[in-house]
């Protein structure tokens, strides 16, 4: 389903704008992947962060960079690997023997967009040099505390197929994502394109632009950004919405007094209170990203599996059945009554 912006009786505001014009110069390089799209955008534009999951070849690491390329925003990449260093992602004093003193080098973390590449390649230590930066926007480097970027957004990958050489990611740090988008493989119709847009075409050079820029500048593009989450404060979540969201959230965590009483074997835990803000923040978005000023239970719905799947920690009994994250959200929003 592509992004709706602008819907018929509503007003284009400039947020409106950018991030139509962003979708239109990313598909000119990524095919399909729209769903995928649509999801980092609610993301960067409520200020969260993502955990992209998908097979090799996918584009994950083209969509990425085709993002940071249409919004014009600096963006950095850090490829983990196991032998990382924490000072490697957010940098590290530096002694400069003609001046006798130690400079501080700033890591690649110190940007917009950041891209942590195949996250789940370095062991924990490194991993966890990125909880700071997420959760509060700045990091301490040889004690003093230096802010970030602002608008500041990082979007992690892994290989959700390949487990040697891998560390699991600690559930502090999944808990710090809004989302977790999953990237399938395209239709037959996308993967011909993909063979006439790619194959038949003359190879890029390696510096190349990875999308058509829709702001002047890195400045601008995130002046821009800025503007487009400040109008979502206009989008009105109403009480009865706000119910919903908890109603959710609570029977992920005591599933019985739902009527979900088959959850409780397949359940080992459920959300915590950042499910209930970043599933209120991202139905803002998506009612935006519609044209609209006010939330309905939809668009709860339409954010839930991106932001309750790596939140939903399954049993040994639940995976012995077949029955994923997925699975579960399916029925609790079945389950679950709308307003």
Same mark, same amino acid.
Not at 41 to 47: P, V
Not at 191 to 209: D, K, Q, V, W
């Given at each position: 389903?592509?992004?709706?912006?602008?819907?018929?009786?509503?007003?284009?505001?400039?947020?409106?704008?950018?991030? &139509?014009?962003?979708?239109?110069?990313?598909?000119?390089?990524?095919?399909?992947?729209?769903?995928?799209?649509? @999801?980092?955008?609610?993301?960067?534009?409520?200020?969260?962060?993502?955990?992209?999951?998908?097979?090799?070849?996918?584009?994950?690491?083209?969509?990425?960079?085709?993002?940071?390329?249409?919004?014009?925003?600096?963006?950095?990449?850090?490829?983990?690997?196991?032998?990382?260093?924490?000072?490697?992602?957010?940098?590290?004093?530096?002694?400069?023997?003609?001046?006798?003193?130690?400079?501080?080098?700033?890591?690649?973390?110190?940007?917009?967009?950041?891209?942590?590449?195949?996250?789940?390649?370095?062991?924990?230590?490194?991993?966890?040099?990125?909880?700071? !930066?997420?959760?509060? @926007?700045?990091?301490?480097?040889?004690?003093?505390?230096?802010?970030?970027?602002?608008?500041?957004?990082?979007?992690?990958?892994?290989?959700?197929?390949?487990?040697?050489?891998?560390?699991?990611?600690?559930?502090?740090?999944?808990? &710090?994502?809004?989302?977790?988008?999953?990237?399938?493989?395209?239709?037959?119709?996308?993967?011909?394109?993909?063979?006439?847009?790619?194959?038949?075409?003359?190879?890029?050079?390696?510096?190349?632009?990875?999308?058509?820029?829709?702001?002047?500048?890195?400045?601008?593009?995130?002046?821009?950004?800025?503007?487009?989450?400040?109008?979502?404060?206009?989008?009105?979540?109403? *009480?009865?919405?706000?119910?919903?969201?908890?109603?959710?959230?609570?029977?992920?965590?005591?599933?019985?007094?739902?009527?979900?009483?088959?959850?409780?074997?397949?359940?080992?835990?459920?959300?915590?209170?950042?499910?209930?803000?970043?599933?209120?923040?991202?139905? *803002?978005?998506?009612?935006?990203?519609?044209?609209?000023?006010?939330?309905?239970?939809?668009?709860?719905?339409?954010?839930?599996?991106?932001?309750?799947?790596?939140?939903?920690?399954?049993?040994?009994?639940?995976? !012995?059945?077949?029955?994923?994250?997925?699975?579960?959200?399916?029925?609790?929003?079945?389950?679950?009554?709308?307003?």
């Amino acid at each position: 389903m592509s992004i709706s912006i602008g819907a018929a009786g509503s007003t284009e505001t400039a947020g409106h704008q950018l991030l &139509r014009e962003v979708e239109e110069a990313v598909d000119r390089r990524v095919v399909g992947q729209k769903d995928t799209l649509k @999801g980092l955008l609610i993301a960067f534009l409520t200020g969260g962060h993502v955990l992209l999951e998908g097979f090799p070849g996918v584009a994950k690491t083209l969509l990425v960079r085709s993002l940071a390329g249409a919004l014009h925003t600096s963006f950095g990449r850090i490829q983990f690997t196991p032998d990382l260093l924490p000072g490697d992602v957010v940098g590290a004093p530096v002694y400069h023997q003609a001046t006798g003193e130690f400079v501080v080098h700033k890591g690649p973390v110190f940007t917009n967009l950041l891209l942590a590449d195949e996250i789940n390649r370095a062991p924990p230590k490194v991993q966890s040099a990125l909880l700071e !930066a997420m959760e509060e @926007g700045n990091v301490t480097i040889d004690g003093t505390t230096y802010p970030l970027p602002h608008p500041f957004f990082v979007l992690a990958t892994q290989n959700p197929i390949e487990q040697h050489g891998t560390y699991m990611l600690a559930e502090a740090q999944i808990d &710090r994502f809004m989302m977790k988008l999953q990237m399938g493989y395209p239709d037959r119709e996308q993967e011909r394109e993909i063979i006439e847009r790619i194959a038949l075409s003359p190879p890029e050079s390696p510096g190349a632009p990875a999308a058509d820029a829709v702001s002047d500048n890195g400045t601008r593009g995130a002046s821009q950004i800025l503007e487009a989450r400040a109008e979502l404060d206009g989008v009105n979540v109403d *009480r009865k919405i706000q119910e919903y969201v908890v109603d959710l959230v609570f029977a992920t965590r005591y599933p019985a007094d739902a009527g979900l009483p088959d959850f409780v074997p397949l359940l080992e835990f459920g959300g915590s209170p950042r499910a209930s803000i970043f599933l209120t923040r991202a139905a *803002r978005a998506h009612a935006y990203l519609a044209g609209r000023d006010f939330v309905l239970p939809d668009d709860v719905k339409g954010v839930a599996h991106p932001v309750f799947r790596h939140r939903l920690r399954t049993t040994y009994e639940a995976d !012995a059945q077949g029955i994923d994250p997925d699975d579960l959200i399916d029925r609790l929003l079945a389950a679950v009554p709308a307003p």
